[in-house]
């Protein structure tokens, strides 16, 4: 029998393709799980979320509005968020009078910072002396946050309910 060469240079070969073919099954071009195993650091260790808070709008008036709310997350991150609503028309088909987001349940509180909304002559703010609501407290994974625009303009009001 005829040898090529020394036996370990072709060993090493044959483990840096395995290696490279470890490390590309994944997702993407590398495998995160294999990556931090490697280099200590990776993105397949990071926790996944425990579940989700909704927030959502309902607009039963007449009026164009918009709900616009300040959204903290535990690593003190600030979100402002706003959620716009058509005027209710009373039509299932058209779902614009109503938005719904969905945010991690990374949340440390939600405040309704305001609510604006078209009257005839301009525009109407209103509900912005609520207090947040907090994680713990009124607020915890898998809850609903519902904003309902009522009334008739001028008269308008926002509710501010968990479910």
């Known amino acids: 029998m005829m040898c090529r060469g020394p036996l370990l240079p072709r060993l090493w070969g044959v483990a ?6 470890a490390m ?8 995160p799980s294999l990556v931090g195993t490697v280099a200590g650091s990776s993105a397949g260790t990071l926790e996944p979320p425990q579940g989700t ?9 007449t009026s164009i509005a918009a709900a616009r ?14 959620i ?6 009373n039509n299932p088909a058209n779902e614009a009078d109503h938005g719904t ?13 305001e609510v604006l909304a078209s009257v ?3 525009v109407q703010q209103f509900g912005t002396g609520l207090a947040p609501l907090e994680d713990g407290l009124q607020l ?8 309902t625009i009522v009334g008739t303009p001028p008269n308008l009001l926002a509710t501010l309910n968990m479910y």
């Open 53 to 61: 808070i909704l927030i959502s709008v309902f607009n039963t008036t």
């Open 24 to 31: 590309m099954a994944g997702c993407g071009v590398l495998n």
């Open 101 to 113: 987001v969905i945010q991690d349940c990374d949340v440390q509180s939600i405040r309704l910072a």
């Open 140 to 147: 915890s994974c898998g809850k609903s946050v519902v904003v």
């Open 120 to 122: 005839p002559g301009g």
């Open 69 to 82: 709310f300040e959204i903290t997350k535990k690593n003190g991150g600030v979100l402002n968020l706003v």
């Open 16 to 21: 840096l393709i395995h290696l490279l073919t």
């Open 84 to 89: 716009p609503v058509q005027p209710a028309d």
